[in-house]
């Protein structure tokens, strides 16, 4: 009975998870309410799921990482943070982060893995939908108000309505391919059509974030693996990779109606997080000890506005997640969450014993890239997945491992 239980529950959090992902309609203060909406729901299926379970998992970071939820608090009652509606939304955001990490290791640590597997699943299948919608945009085969239209210079945005984080929504996708294709889930044969697709699907949306991943990724997958059947399949992958993304904007502006940038003005375009990084280090210099309060990067860069600053722009996060954590908490406190953060994945990359397990982490890591170079952790239909990600990746890989047991 149980059992049964668990299934329908994780069976109807998948649901509204893709729900959050396809739907269309927006809110007038929140283009991605409803999205996000749907996300938490899903979550919170997800953790009502759990506590059906015969036994429920627990770690031990976990439990350290909820003392983060105070940091906030304590800013509004001295002042740092304006309004509590702010503190309570920080609080709000780390708890969904940390709750997505205890469902993905709990997901991981049962003995059915099947819901795990229904989770990859859903993001190949929202991968591969979305790549048709981004299809869709370019040669618009379909008019409907029901659909996605694009406002990035014609980028790839599919129902995500952003070409960054569409992108890195189809990495995760990948990598859950792959990883359905390591346990032998898939053959050989469907997992290179699916990949080719999701692969044209990252090139559409032509995102620098996802130019560095590819670099990151193979340099960490071939020092895991690096027999040369390893190395031969990351070289056809890269030149693959390569050769699309210098080809197949020139042949997509040739066929379709509308254009878009070309490989080499998407290279040469500047960007405004490089002027505003070394203008908010200034803001986080000034105020080393304490820092300005989560959510308050505008009140940093309002207070260190000079003639050279970055005008026209309010920034309210500064696209880097580590420099992000600085400006909230202080030069101190945030490097010391730096080297948590940065310390906890080296343990999870450095216990990594199974090549399927080594394609999460990277889904994460390719996350975690285009966290450090813009904010997608500020929205929760991509929060949850990655946390979910983690949660897998800091799951003990050893079965007979019972410490992080709870219940």
């Not at 080499?264 to 997080?273: A, F, K, N, V």
Request: proline share 2%; charged share 10%.
């Amino acid at each position: 009975m149980k059992s049964s239980c668990v299934k329908y529950l994780n069976f109807l959090a998948l649901l509204c998870l893709v729900v959050a992902y396809f739907s269309s309609v927006t809110f007038y203060f929140s283009t991605t309410f409803y999205k996000e909406l749907f996300a938490i729901f899903s979550l919170a299926i997800f953790l009502l799921a759990i506590f059906f379970q015969t036994k429920i998992y627990l770690h031990k970071a976990l439990l350290w990482s909820e003392l983060i939820l105070f940091i906030p608090l304590l800013q509004y009652g001295f002042g740092l943070i304006f309004f509590m509606q702010d503190a309570l939304f920080a609080c709000v955001y780390v708890s969904i982060f940390l709750f997505s990490v205890f469902v993905g290791l709990n997901l991981k640590a049962s003995h059915n893995k099947i819901s795990l597997h229904a989770f990859l699943s859903m993001l190949v299948f929202v991968g591969c939908v979305s790549v048709a919608i981004a299809l869709n945009q370019r040669f618009v085969w379909v008019q409907s108000d029901l659909l996605f239209g694009s406002s990035y210079g014609n980028r790839a945005t599919a129902n995500i309505g952003q070409p960054n984080q569409l992108s890195t929504l189809l990495i995760m996708g990948l990598f859950s391919l792959l990883y359905l294709f390591q346990i032998k889930k898939i053959n050989e044969y469907f997992m290179c059509i699916i990949a080719f697709v999701l692969i044209v699907g990252i090139v559409m949306t032509q995102s620098r974030s996802a130019w560095f991943s590819c670099l990151i990724l193979s340099i960490l997958y071939l020092y895991k693996h690096h027999h040369k059947s390893d190395i031969l399949n990351v070289i056809k992958f890269n030149l693959m990779f390569v050769t699309l993304t210098l080809s197949l904007p020139f042949l997509l502006n040739y066929v379709a109606i509308d254009k878009s940038y070309s490989t080499l003005e998407r290279i040469q375009g500047g960007s405004t997080r490089f002027k505003i990084w070394p203008q908010l280090f200034h803001a986080v210099m000034e105020h080393p000890w304490t820092g300005y309060g989560w959510g308050q990067v505008g009140v940093a860069q309002l207070s260190t506005m000079t003639p050279k600053s970055t005008k026209g722009e309010l920034f309210t996060y500064s696209h880097n997640l580590f420099l992000d954590l600085m400006v909230w908490n202080g030069f101190f406190i945030g490097v010391i969450l730096t080297v948590l953060i940065l310390y906890i994945l080296c343990r999870c990359y450095i216990n990594l014993k199974l090549k399927a397990d080594l394609m999460i982490f990277l889904g994460f890591i390719a996350f975690f890239v285009h966290a450090c170079l813009e904010y997608p952790y500020a929205y929760t239909y991509l929060l949850i997945p990655v946390g979910i990600f983690l949660g897998c990746c800091i799951c003990p890989q050893n079965k007979n491992y019972r410490e992080e047991i709870l219940c």
